[in-house]
């Protein structure tokens, strides 16, 4: 019997008895339609999150220029001053997986406005790319631009924190505030952004043009945010920072002072245009990685870091918390769909049942078609194909139901929804296996019929 | 060579301990193109010795010899082959599929032994078979829609449409009233004089023996009468060459 007529054979089979057929493929069809809506669902709320996560800043790396050490004792991230704003642009034109970067120059200090005064816990020279960077948007007035960074204006961006202390209602666009008695013009005010994944308050922050709180507020960042960078002068490091003597006072140094022509042979590598760090997003948080990696290439070449060598810098990401977020999803969707999968295995022992009793009922019919020369294996097929006919038949539905569902659930409740083909896929063929599976034995009980029983059956 | 051949075809039922013997001993010979009728009391064993000879059960004990190939011993799924092929049965209570058309139910024999055949050329052999029991008109009925003389005819029809040797009748007309049962043996005989197919039928009628040319006395599970034939040469020869079928593969 070739495949076309025993479909047919089937499907005839199934006609005869639709109203049963309908209610036996039932639990197959909600099985199934709960596993495509958890599945669209699920996928939509994990690209959801992922936008969500790429907004916290997921997508963000931070490089930070390496250890400095003295005497054995390493100084931590970013105790040398290693990055330029060189290295910021030529990272922005050189690697396709960044969307941004922008420097950062930090200081800390008081803001004074009339008579009132804050110390932001954020203050950062940068440039204006900083809050495409920082996912970030202006409440009112502009960013300062690229020009005032170039000629170090003395201009400034306000977060709503540091505008709520000083301002207290007032616009502050077009108002001057001071800093360490320099006087800074308001150009706009960054919109709100609440605490970070740390608690910590990001509108509390003032945002400048880095070549003017470099050069107008600390003065040298080498000095005031760098411990090593005071290094710059020709006096000695570990004498002023190695915490040992510190703790010895007034002993003699442990180190012999270094001569000055070692400092002459070995002087420690001092830039007047460099930056704290530079902040840069990658394109969206799948790309983090291969930003970084191109940041490593492109910074250890302009670096002239040779093969083997540790780099004087390093990239962090935020990997952890995406990984946190999407292993949430994850884990929500496994869950929601290992119980759509228990539906379907319910709805199997469903068409099992109805199986069975079809073979009961059949005896006769059975009996008949191995009278008239049909053998064991054609009635198990017979059986078999009835069953996962059925079940793919309710596969279908349970698709379209689901994808209906989903829909649904899109138009009413605006939840996102992303439709998942290999939730399609994978639900074909579990309802074909569990056609298989759950049609294989009453099929079985079937084929094993004696001829000459199965007509005498009553 | 006869056709059918049995030789010492014993059957007994096994009930928990008890042991109902049914069969004790059938001897029988059947030449191509005869017609034979099987009479016998009821509960004497008739339609069990049918069911061995239609290969639907197997004897406790004896040969079953067809065409000079011993069948009681062949497996489950050559007999099935033998039963599609060689035999076709026709039932007292006619076990045509509910539901199905007459030419479905005619058809159905040809979906477990001829897969070379398309959906078309099956319908032709099927609506063939029809006409040849004259039911041309009633190709689409339901066997619901069909009278009882009607019915067995499609299954009589059913039986034929593989061109078996040999067509075995449980009491073809035992749900049938005398005129009918008169058409349907009328068949069988047209059958058997045209297409020199075998027959054998069970009956209790002894009109019958007026259509069959041999009639086989059963009593108590033992041939009483008519085990022998006239030999093959005395049997009419089948004038239906073109029936004879190729071996199994
Ligand atoms: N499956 C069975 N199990 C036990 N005994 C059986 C079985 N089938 C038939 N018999 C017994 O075998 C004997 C012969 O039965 P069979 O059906 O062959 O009779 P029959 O000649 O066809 O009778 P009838 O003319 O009434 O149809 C009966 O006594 C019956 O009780
Ligand atoms: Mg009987």
Redo the contacts between chains.
Sequence with gaps: ??A??ILL?AS?ALR?NPMRALLTTLGIVIGVAAVIAMMEIGAGSSQALQDAISSMGANVLMVVPGTASSGGISFGAGSVTTLSPADCEAMIKQCPALRGAAPQVRARTQVVYGNRNWVPFWMTGTTPAYLEVANWTMAEGEVFTERDVLAANKVCVLGQTLVRELFQGESPVGKEIRLKNVSFKVVGVLAGKGANMMGMDQDDILLAPWTTIKNRVTGSTLQSTNQSASSSSSQDTSGSINTLSQLYPGQASLYPEKSAAQIADNPMPVRFENVDRIMAAARNAGQVQEAIAQITDLLRERHRIRPGEPSDFSVRDMTEMTDTLTSTTQLMTNLLLSVAMISLVVGGVGIMNIMLVSVTERT??IG???????????ILRQFLVEAVVLCLAGGAMGILLGHGGSQLVQAVLRWPVATSPAAIIASVAVSASVGIVFGFYPAWRASRLD??EA?RYE | MELIELKEICKSYFLGEMTVPVLRGVSLQVAQGELVALMGASGSGKSTLMNILGCLDRPTSGEYWMEGREVSVLSADQRAWLRNRKLGFVFQSFNLLPRTSALENVALPLAYGAANLTQRETAERAGEMLRLVGLQDRMSHEPSQLSGGQQQRVAIARAMVNRPQVILADEPTGNLDSRTSEDILDLFQRLNQESGITIILVTHDAEVSRHARRVVHIQDGLIVQGAYGRGPAAAAQPPGAELTLTEAP
């Design positions: 019997m070739n076309f007529r054979t005839k005869k006769r019919e008949l078609r191995m009278a008239v020369g049909a053998r064991g294996r054609d001829p000459i007509l």
